[in-house]
């Protein structure tokens, strides 16, 4: 079992920045697929951000150039730092942690994102 902790969620103006943070219960980072996604109200979960086990990072069109993923193996930690920040990126914020190999799948309690025109 692995237990997915978020962080950093609030209300931000149009414009402003905030730093997500996601902590493990343990040490994943060598065989997981750390990833970010987001849900809005009526719409589905969608992939935002994700690293690999290999450092190599993925990003959703939408947040290219805004957002950036990335991750502290000491602290066990993953981040979403979020720049530029838009009105359509109100969203709940959901840390997860995907295993390729054996389709473990973890996900986080969410964290609120909102941000105001």
């Known amino acids: 079992q692995v237990q997915l902790v978020e962080s950093g969620g609030g209300l931000v103006q149009y414009g402003g920045s905030l730093r997500l943070s996601c902590a493990a219960s343990?040490?994943?980072?060598?065989?997981?697929?750390m990833g970010w996604y987001r849900q809005a109200p009526g719409k589905q979960r969608e992939l935002v951000a994700a690293?690999?086990?290999?450092?190599?990072?993925n990003y959703a069109d939408f947040v290219k150039g805004r957002f950036t993923i990335s991750r502290d193996n000491a602290k066990i930690m993953v981040y979403l730092q979020m720049n530029s920040l838009k009105p359509e990126d109100t969203a709940v914020y959901y840390c997860?942690?995907?295993?390729?190999?054996?389709?473990?799948?973890?996900w986080g309690q969410g964290t609120q994102v909102t941000v105001s025109s």
């Open positions: 997860n942690a995907f295993h390729h190999t054996t389709s473990y799948n973890y």
């Open positions: 343990r040490n994943i980072f060598s065989s997981y697929i």
């Open positions: 690293i690999t086990s290999g450092g190599i990072t």
